[in-house]
């Protein structure tokens, strides 16, 4: 420790950095020459008074530990991004429907799959249910679609479902459709990351093995990108979609034209296939509820858009509507045409999971070749925008829970590119937890996948309807009606997927759903608890000075630390203590002979401790101190040994470590570490 | 906080807590009564000036959190002990053989069966080798009880090789050999738990599958057990060892006798086992080799006693020396007695490891009866009291170590109950990993064991040649001779071990020992440079005064922690400055504008942080501080809320947490936690 024998505490540190230059003296011999530059580049001043601004170097030039991380963060995820730099520009139509429409009109790879995979449980015969179900689903879309076109007109600044029903329906129905969204965003990275997955392995067979990692990667990859705060805009985006969508029209339309022609043969399942899944049995209206039901998550893609409305160039509102619908067709278009073909060919699914339906389908009709490779690299590309979009409205949605106090602030706060770092984390965990957990099996995500957006939708447009009731502005009749049958219809398909999927998997979501629920409502009561208990907001400053502090500072034997901590014991108490615990008479004596040369007039406590303990003794002391003057806090000043190597922290500081944890919990106890830095050599 | 308007700083508080009474004033009205009784039973004073003496209810009476685990504490290994009540009783050589020579005799349990598992892998003929082994291995067994002999006589304050190697051949060969029995005892106990266990298993097959758990449950016994502090002098410990003896003895002589008659038929083994194991190996010197280092097991024993020369009665060394021959001796007579029968009657092993071969020849001489069960449980408590004097050893041989710094400190430290904690639960712990690794399997375990504790007797002997040689006392080249006999024994016996077993384990150990060696030296050298560096000795007190602190307090928001905070940094600081750092320009002006009334005269400093970083810009402010007094160490004051529940932590302080972190590995920085508790609602 630097000692002035001049006592420097006179000379008293501006907190606002003002440059200063001055000179005692003028020889230089004599001369007392202070010059602090202390801002260097660290910072600016701010136009208020004691108002200082951050720059980026004290951000990135921190020396230390640390430097290796920051550098391996900024190779990551790059350098910090100003407050000022976030994006404002909007998205037009076509842009709009590449980005946001990739989740719903993805759905088309595997929907048609998941219905097929349900009928062929009844044999293969049942397999033409296949077209009426993709129908009746169709409609369903036309009704949500409509439905939401009044959602998005109503709330042109997000129309999320959280916002919707917290708006109309109360904070209760908020959260509960907020529950139901995070666990639906969740399974949206997992099944759409799965299926891109799915399609890659159709061509690549080699992939299936390691798919969990994959699948992985693809998270890790898109968990990189979004922390470095991806532009939604990028025109790279629309690629996917639009080779999608064309890919898929042209494949479906050279297939009809065929097919008409009568000139595309039967598909005959490899006699690999025979007899690996029983086809035994009954075609029951409980099988058919299942099929629609694993179809019905073609529908989950419409809250995307709903929750990006205001992306959108003005008038927001119109440009979201009609891209929904536009999404809504060409999702209807693909999917009936993908539906007819398969059936019309009588292409069955891979019991081995090795090949999707859309891969048979497309090496039936084009063979081996380019076309089939660029078909099922289009469906993986657009498969993983679908689950980027989740990267956008997982974090969206739990900054604006943390915002109100439903989940820890962390997920309130933005990185340092603009990302919310927390939720696009905590999203990438689970997500690749799913994946390990249900073997990236797409089948077997589903029944989680579509009963909680569909509780979402259905809080969404009972609110819609409460709106409409309450407001009964121009035109509410017709929205009432509308928001009505989406409201039935939602409802509908949500018991129908929770009941009918209940074992396949939909209890967990059932389970899961009102925990997360009551788990966010805890979050806020305690916030709001702690908020009430902690506000100052009313009690103004009293001007009174707070009792002085009794010091005490415990040592286990006399060096420097030791010495260091009573150094800057005395240097802000005039009567500080220090405290020797320990069970040895022997040694005891001999420190309390050294004492005086040692420490000078500082006071020596020894508590002998015949039953070895130090913790108790030293808290039972501290207790008697208190009772002595119970209105001033004591302070615990420790000698704290920072060593070179982190590894030799288990060397040292263990007992520090469980004192602090106590004294943690004590009241009117304030704890002071003292490090002392181990010398390099 | 509470706050005296009068200010009761000048009531200085008595660190030596002497009870007290002051009256001011005559009438009850404006009497100013302060009694203060601070010590009630928590504290004695001590002998000398400033020392107090701590008593139970400093260790039991502790409220808070922490008073469930105190009772689960109390309630498994007892209240704590006076370090004044440690046991002095000295053994006589009933108890001394019982207690210390239970691992030797008990290996004579499993040394014969691991001889015959070798040797039938060159078919069952090859098991008429077993009786010339288990001599060859009584000659050595000699040998060695002869050379330690003299070791004990030399050291007869504790013969351990740590001890006498180091005494010897210098710090290293110590070192080497501390690190070989470490590991040699830590396979002690998983070698005899296991056999234990086979040896209850016999008699009790359903315990065959969970045969880890139940090994595993036996070794938490042992840890509680020792945690308590078992006194080893305890009459109880002398039942398995004898019972064990006069058992076998029976059985030996009623077995010898009949086969001498001629009336017990020749072992046939159950047709389930026909072909289980190949037989084909050629019954090589290679072979042979191994199955006597399968049987070398046995000697291993011998360390114990050496270890415990002080518990005996004086003449110490005396007694020592007579219960180590008599050990030597009755284990000779088992182990040639079983080993006879076993080759004589012809038993076999059994290749499904669910009976011991010492379990078949009690049932084929005696049946399934009460002298089965008699002799299977007597064998199980000998292998169990066996494992315990590991349980006294480790312990004991880690605290030599921790005292001359070689290990961590923690395992120098006599917990509540005497009893050296961290060395009991270490060794626990380690035990369980190797049941579980190994499967409590005896012959996995074997190859592992034996290595390392002839490392130590080679070591120990080579200590003693070298000790001959320097001193040339009377009788030093007997001794010498002796000696030379000893350490050629045991250096050729871990020669055989080591190479015959080498990729049956052994390699583990050749890996181990000198990994653990290196780390124990690393750790001496840390502890030593650290003791250069902080020792103070020579420096007395110059009677300065340190430097007064900086004192900044970071604040998040305007709430009672925060001016808790504040208070505290006013009351022993005059200039202490309040420090916002935040990304919100219009956020900090509100907190401006209302700083006055809230705070006072209180300096506040707005640090704007475009970059959203908290800690960067925070310590960028800290070096510019530093820059204009680089004398004066920066006290960081952090307010820190102390939730109601544990779990209640992750809503809060997480940034403060990673603050600490950072703020400790920089230089010249204190941090005091100024605790903000909950109110209790």
Redesign the interface.
Known sequence: ?????K???D???????EVREKRRGKRPGDAYVRI?????D??QR?G???????T?????G?P???RFLRKLRTFLIGR?????REEHERLTKVKGLAIFSSDNISSSAYGPEEIMRVLALAGTGALTLTLPLAGLISVMLAIVTLSYRQTIKAYPKGASSYIVASDNLGSGAGVLAAAALLIGYVVTVAVSVSAGVAALTSIVPELYEPRVLVGSAMVAFLMVGNLRGIRESGTIFMIPTYAYIVVMLGIIGYGIVRTLAGDVAQFEAPAAWEGVEQGGQALGLFLILRAFSQGAVALTGVEAISDGVPAFKPPEWKNARTTLTWAAIVFAILFLGIAYLLTTIGIQHDPFQQQTVLSLLVRHLTGDGAVLVIAQVSTALILILAANTSFADFPRLSSFLARDGFL???FA????R?AFTTGIVALSLMAIGLLFGFKASVSGLIPLYTLGVFLAFTLSQAGMLTRWWRRREPGWRAGLAINGLGTLTTAVVALVVGGSNFFAGSWLVIVLVPLLMLLLMA?NR??R??DN?????RI???????????V?VPISR??????QAI??A????R?A?A?H?T?DPAE??AM?ERWP????ST???????????LI??L???M???Q???????I?VVLA????RHWW?N??HN?TALRLKL?L????N???????????R?
């Open positions: 420790m630097t000692r002035s024998p006592g420097p505490d000379r008293r540190v501006d907190p606002l950095l602090v530059r202390p801002f260097e660290a910072f701010g208020d008074e004691g108002e200082l601004i951050a980026e170097r004290t951000v990135l921190r230390g530990w640390t910090p991004i100003h407050s000022e820890p602030r962390q706060f933005r990185g340092e603009l979050i305690h916030y608890d702690m208990a902690l506000a100052l907001d103004p400053d009293t001007g009174e000075v707070a009792p002085q502090p009794i005490i006399l060096d420097r630390p030791a010495r150094a800057f005395n240097s802000i108490s009567e203590v405290v615990v069970n005891a004596d309390r040369a040692w420490a000078g006071e020596l406590v020894v508590v002998e401790s015949p039953y070895r303990a108790g003794p808290l039972a002391y207790d008697a101190l009772r002595q003057a119970p209105d001033r806090p302070l704290e040994f920072v060593p030799e288990l060397l263990q106590r943690f919990a004590r009241r106890t304030i704890v002071a570490d003292v490090p002392y830095h181990a010398p050599s």
